[in-house]
């Protein structure tokens, strides 16, 4: 029989391992999307906002809010007067999925998320 000691050593063991799998699980899952070419998602515009960086949120068919930077070349003059025409907000698109770097104030690069590269407009 194992002593108490060595028991709870295993038990904290299995822990750290079980909190590493999730973890890279996690990370596996978030980069999900970065790994298949020309992903689109088609949804209506929901908003757009700008802080540091310039943000499109598309909801898409299922209801759920898909945010990403404003990267388009749709975007480019909103991202310059930090709006959207209103006339676009629940406008019915098709938005290509890339990545795209998020920079502070300064330009620094902060790190990187969901990018919207293309806007197709249906209605």
Not at 19 to 37: R, T
Not at 60 to 67: F, N, P
């Amino acid at each position: 029989m194992l002593a108490p000691h060595h028991m709870l050593q295993q038990v904290v063991r299995m822990k750290q391992l079980t909190f590493i799998l999730l973890v890279s699980l996690s990370l596996i899952a978030q980069c999900g999307p970065s790994f298949s070419k020309d992903r689109r998602i088609t949804g209506t515009i929901g908003a757009f906002e700008c802080g540091d960086n310039c943000y499109l949120t598309i909801v898409d068919s299922r209801k759920a809010e898909q945010v990403g930077l404003c990267a388009a070349p749709e975007c480019e003059s909103w991202n310059e007067r930090t709006v959207m025409p209103s006339r676009y907000k629940g406008k019915r698109v098709t938005v290509t999925v890339g990545q795209g770097q998020q920079v502070d104030d300064g330009g620094n690069v902060m790190g990187e998320m969901m990018a919207f590269k293309k806007i197709k407009f249906l209605d």
